[in-house]
C-alpha cells in the first residue's frame, strides 16, 4: 500500500523559513516523480514545485520561484520543500504527490498523494 506522509508545517511570521518533508512508502521511490501542491480555502490545489524521478530537473510555480526548493532524498525516500521568504499568501495546505508517468503541473497527472500538512505564515 503507497503512503506518502507530510511533515514539516507550522505557523510562521512572514518573511520566515519552514523545511516540509513528505516520506514514501510502498513504492518505488526513486522511480517516481514527485511534486507538491498546495490548497487554500475556497480555493483550487495549485502546483508549487515539482522534480523528475532522476532529480535532474525541478520546475516551479511563479508565485513561489527563487523562494521555495524542492529536493529529493531517494536513500530515506524522502522529497523536501524548503520554504523561504515566506509571504500570507502562502498559506494553505500542503500536499505530496508522486507520479510514475512524465510529471507536471496538473493535478491529474499524480496517481498518490499524501494528506498535507497545514502551513499558516502570519503578516
Known amino acids: 500500500q503507497v503512503q506518502l506522509v507530510e511533515s514539516g508545517g507550522g505557523l510562521v511570521q512572514a518573511g520566515g523559513s519552514l523545511r516540509l518533508s513528505c516520506a514514501a512508502s510502498?513504492?518505488?521511490?526513486?522511480?517516481?516523480?514527485m511534486a507538491w501542491f498546495r490548497q487554500a480555502p475556497g480555493k483550487e490545489r495549485e502546483f508549487v514545485a515539482g522534480?523528475?524521478?532522476?532529480?535532474?530537473?525541478?520546475h516551479y510555480a511563479d508565485s513561489v520561484n527563487g523562494r521555495f526548493t524542492i529536493s529529493r532524498d531517494n536513500a530515506q525516500n524522502t522529497v523536501y520543500l524548503q520554504m523561504n521568504s515566506l509571504k500570507p499568501e502562502d498559506t494553505a495546505v500542503y500536499l505530496c504527490?508522486?507520479?510514475?508517468?512524465?510529471?507536471?503541473?496538473?493535478?491529474?497527472?499524480?496517481?498518490?498523494w499524501g494528506q498535507g500538512t497545514q502551513v499558516t505564515v502570519s503578516s
Open positions: 504527490a508522486a507520479t510514475f508517468v512524465k510529471p507536471g503541473t496538473r493535478s491529474s497527472t499524480y496517481d498518490y
Open positions: 510502498g513504492l518505488t521511490f526513486s522511480v517516481f516523480s
Open positions: 522534480d523528475t524521478w532522476s532529480g535532474s530537473s525541478t
